[in-house]
C-alpha cells in the first residue's frame, strides 16, 4: 500500500532533550517535505527535500534540522526543543509538487514541556 | 506567509444542503489544491486544478477557478455527516514548488 508513515505519533518531551521524529514514504517520490500545523494558521512548511542530499527552508525552519540520505526517508531533528514547538506536525511527498498532489502521513503530535 | 486565505472560517449546515468554501491567494499559481482533514488526522487530497482550468468535478466536488480574482471555491453538493472535517486550499505558485497552505474552513454537517 502507498503510504507516508510517522513515527511516534505522539511524543511528551522536555526542554532542550533531542528528538528526532522519522518520516518515510514508499512511493518512490522525490520531494518530501515536513510542515507544522497549529491552530489558526494551518500549515506552514518546515523544511522540504526536492531530491537525496538535496534540502531547503521552508517557511518556519527555525530550530529544525532534516537531512536527506536515502530518498525514501526524511527525519525531523529538534536539537534543542523548545515548548513553543508544541505542535503537530505532518511529513508529505509526492512527485513534482508543481504537477502532482501531496500525500500525508498521519501525523506527529508533540508536547514540549 | 499564508498563500491562501479560506472564508468562511466554519461553516454549520444540515445534511443535504450544500456547502459552499472559498479560498483568496495572493500571487500567481501553478495549480491550486483542495484537502480535507478529519479531526487531527492526515490531510487527504480532493482536487488539483490547474492555472488554466476554471472548473473540474470529482463525484460530489466541485472546484472553480477565477484567476483574474485570485479566488477559487470548492463546492460540496449533497452533504452528509461524513464531510465533517476542515478544508484547506493550498497554492504552488507560478515558478515554485512549495505548496502554502491556508488557514482552513471548519465544515460541520448535522444530520
Known amino acids: 500500500e502507498a503510504q507516508v508513515t510517522q513515527n511516534p505519533r505522539y511524543l511528551i518531551t522536555v526542554t532542550g532533550k533531542k528528538l528526532t521524529v522519522t518520516c518515510s514514504q514508499n512511493?518512490?517520490?522525490?520531494?518530501m517535505s515536513w510542515y507544522r500545523q497549529d491552530p489558526g494558521l494551518g500549515l506552514r512548511q518546515i523544511y522540504y527535500s526536492m531530491n537525496v542530499e538535496v534540502t531547503d527552508k521552508g517557511d518556519v525552519p527555525e530550530g529544525y534540522k532534516v537531512s536527506r540520505k536515502e530518498k525514501r526517508n526524511f527525519p525531523l531533528i529538534l536539537e534543542s526543543p523548545s515548548p513553543n514547538q508544541t505542535s503537530l506536525y505532518f511529513c508529505?511527498?509526492?512527485?513534482?509538487?508543481?504537477?502532482?498532489?501531496?500525500?500525508f502521513g498521519p501525523g506527529t503530535r508533540l508536547l514540549v514541556l | 506567509s499564508q498563500q491562501g486565505e479560506e472564508d468562511p472560517q466554519a461553516l454549520s449546515i444540515q445534511e443535504g444542503e450544500n456547502a459552499t468554501m472559498n479560498c483568496s491567494y495572493k500571487?500567481?499559481?501553478?495549480?491550486l489544491q483542495w484537502y480535507r482533514q478529519n479531526s487531527g488526522r492526515g490531510l487527504v487530497h480532493l482536487i488539483l486544478i490547474r492555472s488554466n482550468e476554471r472548473e473540474k468535478h470529482s463525484g460530489r466536488l466541485r472546484v472553480t477557478l477565477d484567476t483574474s480574482k485570485k479566488s477559487s471555491s470548492l463546492l460540496i453538493t449533497a452533504s452528509r455527516a461524513a464531510d465533517t472535517a476542515s478544508y484547506f486550499c493550498a497554492t504552488v505558485s507560478e515558478y515554485g514548488n512549495k505548496l502554502v497552505f491556508g488557514a482552513g474552513t471548519i465544515l460541520r454537517v448535522k444530520s
Open positions: 512511493m518512490n517520490h522525490e520531494y
Open positions: 500571487t500567481s499559481i501553478n495549480n
Open positions: 508529505a511527498s509526492s512527485l513534482i509538487p508543481r504537477r502532482e498532489t501531496q500525500y
